[in-house]
């Protein structure tokens, strides 16, 4: 009994130490400085690192008695490393979020609300028209948009060209892709396009063009289980024609996209892509609008792509808001990343980046849509990202045949149901 | 400061290490220093191991999705999981793959062994060469390389394409892409070899003489004297290569993905279990599944024991 109590009594004294050494390192923090501390995360790679250490320094000599410091990872990494921060209590003050996890993060109450911010610390003037309200949920603002994209037709001009079909205009329908595709195939021996139906954002576009939307007001899924089998029938007659590039291609050159060997003549993804394409390959890719059937609705929205949020628990609110509102709309910043996070989300850094190259295109591209692009649906519910990889995990399955169309339907809602219950 | 106390205290400890006789009070005396010496591994097991274990015990009764308070749900977590088609794909992918590797992985380990059991030049090269692929293979670059062999029109489909086997890729293709793993982990045989190598030097070479005196050939001398002989290395190895096969990770995620692509063939337990955890912020339902993979790697690890008794030889077994 001795032992243990001797054992216990250094182990106490050992904790004590501890304490005593970490209790002195935090407060020589606190007292020789007096300054504001602020974590900021963000996910991205070397190159962004760079950048961001430049926007942090120009932040720090402007906002004496801040100092930032920063912390990143990849994609992936940055979402398992924030949940598990968050999860201990340990948030950064300020953090980078992605649509798709906005929800998620501010219904649990773990995201600082904005509102009381904008004018003071956050200025939100100068944001592009199509980013209001962006970043709030149920009438709370939990995040602000630095970039954005929309969804868009990639195509490689020559083959369409070569086929004699009219490049993507707008007015064009699903009708017209389709025979477009065909007629490429049969044409240049290249396939039309990717296999569309794999990607819930084409099935979104659709939606939005018949006057509904992916998700409804409360959270559930805003299609019927016939419109997505009419959906995904499509997907399997064009498998069936042959003139989409198969999923046994598409599946194994993944993470790069089809434009990497020249494999197909369209697809549709998210405009900015456009800088990574066009790093795939040597051939010229153009964007054109999204078919639609219905005349004047393209179903298209200016998505914010990347936003920066704050800890609900964060000690410093106001020189958080303070970062975030330098971050989005001085215009050094937007020169120093110039497309780097997406196309800027103000008009300042729009005008203060040098876009160039695909940028420019992409640009360019947003603004012959700008007047078709309608409001941003709010933020998707707690779960939408499963369900989009739910989407792309079944619609595999379908194309590989190792499911039939209603049985592919039946299994997507029944995940729905699961992942999306209150 | 402190290292200057341990040394000036080494030659007095030195000097005390080999009395003629030990101190009588010494004996039974305080066994403060062994605790203080272990305590880091002490210290270490419960908060990185049973702390953890007992937190995820815990949390698989619980409805946790990382940011609220865990609510408790009882065995809820483990009920859904009979009715999860996603979850029974993921048992049957990882069942199959390790009824595939682990013999496939063991065969080769023993064959690459015998072969470099015998006297000959650059033996030692040979071992090296052999074993490198175990201490690289887990990694994310050789899954990457592996992926890139097997695609279409890549140098493992041209070679069978000569021999008239058009496979077309076998990364796109889900009837091949679990084969490609399994091919993968037996790639990496070198540490079961390394152990089998030993194994084999134990062999006493008077057994393999009487054989032969007695007329056995080469297949009998491997039936009657190898394999008994080294019965307890390869059932070492047949337990540790189960256990670690039931937990592959790194290589099915970076080739097939979180969904387990193509077409869900490469859905691993593991995989599942890092895509229900950490995607679908379900860390409850995730802990559930951990419990049962121990449970399930646990059951097997008995039934392998329990047919040992049958083969494996402990040299003075009496039995």
């Known amino acids: ?422 | 400061m402190t290292s200057s106390t341990v040394d000036s205290a080494r030659p007095a400890a030195a000097g005390r290490r080999r009395p003629a006789t030990p101190p009588s009070g010494r004996r039974n005396g305080d066994p403060m220093a062994g605790y203080l010496f272990l305590s880091p591994w002490i210290v270490g097991m419960l908060l990185l191991t049973v702390g953890p274990m007992a937190a995820s015990l815990y949390l698989s009764f619980t409805d946790y999705n990382l940011f609220t308070t865990p609510e408790w749900v009882g065995l809820d977590n483990y009920r859904r999981l009979v009715d999860d088609d996603r979850w029974l794909q993921s048992v049957r992918v990882t069942a199959g793959y390790v009824l595939l590797a682990v013999p496939l992985k063991l065969a080769a380990a023993l064959a690459v062994a015998m072969l470099l059991n015998q006297r000959r030049r650059g033996q030692g090269f040979y071992r090296a060469a052999f074993y490198g692929p175990s201490l690289i293979g887990a990694s994310v670059s050789v899954a990457i390389v592996w992926k890139a062999l097997f695609s279409d029109d890549a140098v493992v489909d041209r070679l069978l394409s000569w021999v008239g086997l058009d496979s077309g890729g076998w990364v796109g293709n889900p009837d091949f892409s679990l084969l490609m793993l399994v091919l993968l982990a037996a790639w990496q045989f070198g540490a079961p070899m390394v152990i089998f190598l030993a194994g084999l030097k134990q062999v006493p070479a008077e057994l393999y003489e009487a054989a032969e005196v007695d007329g056995a050939g080469r297949g009998r001398r491997f039936w009657s004297v190898t394999l008994p002989m080294i019965s307890p290395v390869l059932f070492f190895n047949l337990l540790l290569e189960t256990i670690n096969s039931f937990q592959i990770f790194t290589s099915a995620y970076v080739i097939g993905g979180r969904n387990g692509s193509p077409a869900g063939s490469t859905l691993f337990y593991t995989v599942y279990l890092y895509d229900r955890g950490f995607t679908d912020f379900r860390m409850g339902y995730a802990s559930a599944m951990a419990w049962m993979l121990l449970l399930g790697v646990g059951l097997v690890t008995a039934m392998l024991f329990r047919t040992a008794r049958g083969w494996v030889h402990y040299s003075g077994d009496n039995r």
């Open chain 1, 1 to 422: 009994m001795a032992v243990l109590k001797r054992f216990t009594r250094s182990l106490a004294i050992i904790a004590t130490l501890c304490l005593v050494a970490t209790g002195t390192v935090a407060c020589g923090d606190d007292t020789e400085s007096g300054e504001v501390a602020l974590r900021y995360s963000w996910w991205g790679n070397a190159d962004r690192a760079d950048l961001m250490q430049q926007a942090i320094d120009l932040f720090e000599e402007e906002n004496p008695g801040i100092t930032v410091t920063p912390s990143f990872q990849e994609y992936e990494a940055y979402w398992q490393k924030l949940t598990t921060e968050t999860a201990g209590g340990n948030m950064p003050d300020v953090l980078q979020m992605d649509f798709s996890y906005l929800r998620e993060y501010a219904d649990r109450g773990v995201l600082g609300g904005l509102d009381e911010h904008v004018g003071g610390d956050l200025v939100l003037d100068d944001l592009l028209a199509g980013f209001d309200g962006a970043g709030a949920v149920d009438g709370t603002l939990y995040a602000v948009p630095v970039g954005g994209n929309t969804w868009s037709m990639f195509y490689n001009p020559a083959l369409f060209e070569q086929a004699g079909v009219p490049a993507p205009a707008i007015g064009w329908t699903w009708r017209d892709y389709h025979a477009a595709m065909a007629t490429i195939k049969a044409e240049t021996g290249t396939y039309g396009g990717g296999n569309y139906t794999g990607v819930i954002y084409n099935l979104e576009a659709q939606l939005r063009q018949e006057g509904s939307a992916l998700f409804t007001e409360d959270g559930r899924l805003g299609f019927s289980k016939e419109r997505l089998a009419r959906f995904w029938q499509q997907g399997m007659d064009l498998i069936e024609q042959d003139v989409v590039l198969p999923v046994e291609t598409a599946v194994q050159i993944k993470p790069a996209s089809l434009w990497v060997d020249d494999l197909a003549a369209s697809d549709l993804s998210w405009d900015n892509f456009l800088t990574r394409y066009a790093g795939e390959t040597d051939t010229e890719i153009r964007l054109g609008p999204v078919p639609s059937d219905n005349p004047g609705q393209l179903g298209q929205y200016l998505k914010p792509a990347m936003l920066l949020s704050t800890s609900a628990d964060t000690e410093h609110p106001e020189a958080a808001a303070r970062l975030i509102s330098f971050m989005i709309n001085d215009p050094e910043v937007g020169r120093i990343f110039g497309g780097n996070r997406g196309l800027p989300a103000t008009n300042a850094q729009r005008d203060a980046a040098e876009l160039d190259g695909p940028l420019a295109a992409v640009a360019a591209y947003e603004e012959t849509i700008a007047d078709q692009l309608t409001q941003a649906p709010p933020a998707p519910p707690r779960g939408a990202g499963s369900i989009e990889a739910a989407f792309i995990r079944i619609s595999e399955e379908l194309h590989y045949g190792r499911i039939g169309v209603a049985e592919a339907v039946d299994q997507l809602f029944a995940e729905a149901e699961e992942i999306l219950e209150p």
